[in-house]
């Protein structure tokens, strides 16, 4: 195996071939014209209408134009492809062309006449409401549009995705698509920060008044990191590219048992020049989260030895900022380079309590442990991006980003035990936690796409990461009332680097009906890690090193113009976290220890399907999956204590079929229906025996939009998911019922919307874990049923601008990070 230093000198040779002897045919450019007019009788030239082509393949936005006073306009510079075009104007309904195929030598294209149909003053108010559906299904993602559901006012990312089709999320906040977990979460194709306990925190505490759309891609492509079994959920925030000086400022205010407030303020200026924003958010959540386990001790005959029974609630306060400004300075009409940073400060104190009840085999009480815990934990994330974006003509595309980010935690514990038998205190300890984290992440990626005469595309590209991480755990434990003294036993430091070389070649064509792609991605990682010794632990150190390759292919064929059919298949993989593989102990209470494990390997999916379109309305797709080396949370026993870890335990197969429908009942109700039918199957070995788990699973959702006239608007929505079980987990069903509603005011400037979350308080987990001679089961509970009242105001120009597309270079190292 070659060692760092000469893999990345092949590394920059290869990218020397892509970037620097690039191929020289290349498409011409073609110059579209048009010329848009009202509809009827007079059909009098419109003027100041936005006219604006995006390529088919990916939706990528090519090229904008306005019609002028004559109603005329321009699209200069457009390369051979397919595109669609999409013509607006306020007060007209507006115009789409979904077929649009330039062809290579055609050096001039005029269009047939563009008629627009004026709106009258209701159904103005209407295609504002409605313009956008909840649900889109694009050629290589499933689009879920926020704003466009009353219900998702008030709510946080981790509810959105509970309503997104195909996703689900578990009492722990663990992300699953299509019945995966392993899903690799994105912002603005930017690093999530963070993933486990961490990246719960942080959906959690992001409201909704922040994002534009969620983009589910179920196969993501050689361009994006192959990290993430399951696919990729890739979280759009609001940006405004509005010329001028504009924005919004959104206030908002929530009340479950617990009140809370979600804020926001975006504010942006562009000119011909540069472009600058700034998007602040600030928050507080209030809240619950209720656990009842009940554990029962058996024999090996299955003979009841002892019960367990432990009933927790902790309440919380989370206090959010998030700031995030930058700016594109546009040197020329082709080359623009970029700067933003980032800032997340949350702080969430909170209070637990719990009692640990002991019971003999016939349920009589033998003795009672109390816990009382106070913690505070604060984060601080903070991230810096240069980007770069060249056009070297038509069809040459060159885009670099460098990013340097730094996340640091700090978690202080403080808990408090006390046991009672027949009434009477035995035992007295108290224990005192400090767990901080740093983590450092840096990144370079760059990217060259060109298309060539033929209509053939080539996008190649390159990405070296670096992460560093910091976990420390110093425990102190003082018994009755005696000094604390340093606890070696639960105290840790782990020390990690990472570092992970890709690079990736994909090629795609349209050739007729057809729709061809296939790429291939190189991945070579290398890691280390020290645990540091103390005075009872010697050091432990393991390093490990890998190369993969990840192929890509997708084949779609457009049977007409309302039909098409596409196959694809991919193969992902799956790291375990940073935190994963520290083999050490982390005290959650006096009964409950969490592990690391650092044999834990890699695991590799190879997702296959078939999906099949219907005017963009109804989309079917059969799936299957298979897992190998799937790594999954394993629960193991030692007296009365419960120890659970991550652990490879074997095979995961997953068979699933989706269906996605939008339906209009006129001009004022939209219905979209989604189901998910999976078969799920685990085979492999935990705890000293061999494992083997089925289950048929089901998800089905529903989301009801009324365009009510006159600005009002409604919302009814719901979902359920059926019983599911996973290793040694099993979970009975749950579902949520939502109600809202919304009004324009103010000349459409202005937004108020009130809505009721969870009116049925259904969000309620029951479930069971099986493991050695324990069988544990749990109620969970939270402060889910919710009544939001928000007012958002919209200020400033409203002329479209092209948008660029910002890309990062750490897409699959911070979700690692818990």
Known sequence: ??????????????????????????????????????????????????????????????????????????????????????????????YTLNALLVSAGNSALQLEEIRLVANTKDLKEIAVIGQKAFIEQQTDKLVVNVDASVTNVGSNVLEILQKSPGVAVDKDGNISLRGKQGVTVMIDGKPSYLSGADLTKLLSNMNASQLSQLEIIANPGARFDAAGNAGIINIKTKKNTAAGFNGSVTLGYGQGSYWRTDNALSLNYRNRKINTFLNYNYGIRNGFTELNIKRRFFESEGKTTG???????????????????????????RTTIGFAATGRIQVMPSDNASDAHFLDRKGVLDSIVQTRANTKSELKNAGVNLNLSHQFDSAKILTADIDYLRYHSTNHQFFTNSSFAAGTQTAKEAVQGDLPVKIDVYSLKADYTQTFRNLLKMESGLKISQVKTNNLAGYLRRMADDPFLPDYGISNNFLYEENINALYLNFAREVKQWTLQAGLRFENTNYKGHQLGNPERTDTTFTRHYNNLFPNVFVGYKIDSLNEISFSYGRRIDRPAYRTLNPFLYYVNKYTYEVGNPLLLPQ???????????????????????????????????????????????????????????????????????????????????????????????????????????????????????????????TKGFGQADIGISKLVWNNKGTFRLNARDIFYSQIIYGTILYNNVEESYVQSADTRVVNLSFTYRFGKKLNAPARNKGNSTEQEQRRIN
């Open 307 to 333: 019960l367990y029974d432990q009933p927790s609630r902790m309440t919380f306060r989370s206090t959010l900022h998030n700031l995030k400004v930058g700016m594109d300075y546009f040197v020329s009409a």
């Open 1 to 94: 195996m070659m060692n760092g230093n000469a893999f990345v000198k092949t590394l920059f040779s290869i990218a020397f071939i892509f970037f620097v002897v690039p191929c020289t045919t290349y498409a011409q450019d073609a110059v579209i014209r048009g010329v848009i007019r009202e509809a009827g009788n007079q059909a009098g030239p419109i003027a100041g209408a936005s006219v604006s082509i995006t390529r088919k393949i990916d939706s990528v936005l090519v090229k904008t134009a306005v019609s002028d006073k004559e109603g005329k306009f321009e699209l200069i510079g457009v390369p051979p492809g397919n595109y669609r075009l999409t013509a607006y104007v306020i007060g007209f309904n507006p």
């Open 604 to 730: 590799y999916t190879n997702n296959f399907s078939v999906s099949y379109g219907h005017n963009g309305k109804f989309t079917a797709t059969a799936s299957y999956a298979a897992t190998s080396n799937y790594f999954a949370v394993v629960f193991r026993s030692r007296n009365k204590e419960s120890i659970y870890t991550q652990d490879n335990l074997g095979k995961l197969q997953t068979i699933g079929l989706s269906l996605n429908q939008a339906l209009s009942v006129g001009k004022w109700w939209t219905i979209n229906l989604n189901a998910d039918l999976l078969y799920k199957k685990v085979t492999g070995f935990v705890n000293g025996a061999d494992l083997e788990t089925s289950a048929y699973t089901a998800r089905i959702g529903a989301s009801n939009q009324f365009a009510i006239g006159k600005g009002w608007a409604a919302e009814l929505s719901g979902y359920y998911n059926s019983k599911d079980v996973d290793g040694q987990y099993t």
